[in-house]
């Protein structure tokens, strides 16, 4: 799923549509509660969009590695941890 309709997804959960070409003047819109989102508001929802993605990567990093750190704690070794984690 793209950005793009990620950000829509957001602003209108209950929207029909399609974007073709991953081209936002090219939204057909078959299904609408409310405005139909401007171009600038849907650009500012894929920021938010964006941003929420990368704040779970890297909150999935942070986690991994306080996983390894008290795995390695508890006295496994790091084979061990590899081993357990991958």
Do not use: C
Not at 10 to 19: A, G, H, K, T, Y
Not at 47 to 52: G, I, L, N, S, Y
Not at 57 to 78: F, V
Request: overall charge negative; hydrophobic content about 45%; cysteine-free.
């Amino acid at each position: 799923m793209s950005n793009y309709t990620k950000a829509i997804r957001s602003l209108r959960p209950n929207s029909e549509f399609v974007i073709t070409g991953d081209d936002l003047d090219n939204i057909e819109w078959h299904v609408i509660n409310g405005a139909i989102p401007t171009k600038a508001e849907i650009l500012a929802a894929v920021t938010v969009v964006e941003k929420a993605e990368k704040d779970e990567i890297d909150q999935r990093a942070a986690d991994r590695l306080s996983a390894i750190t008290k795995l390695a704690a508890l006295g496994l070794t790091e084979d061990e941890v590899k081993a357990f984690i991958g």
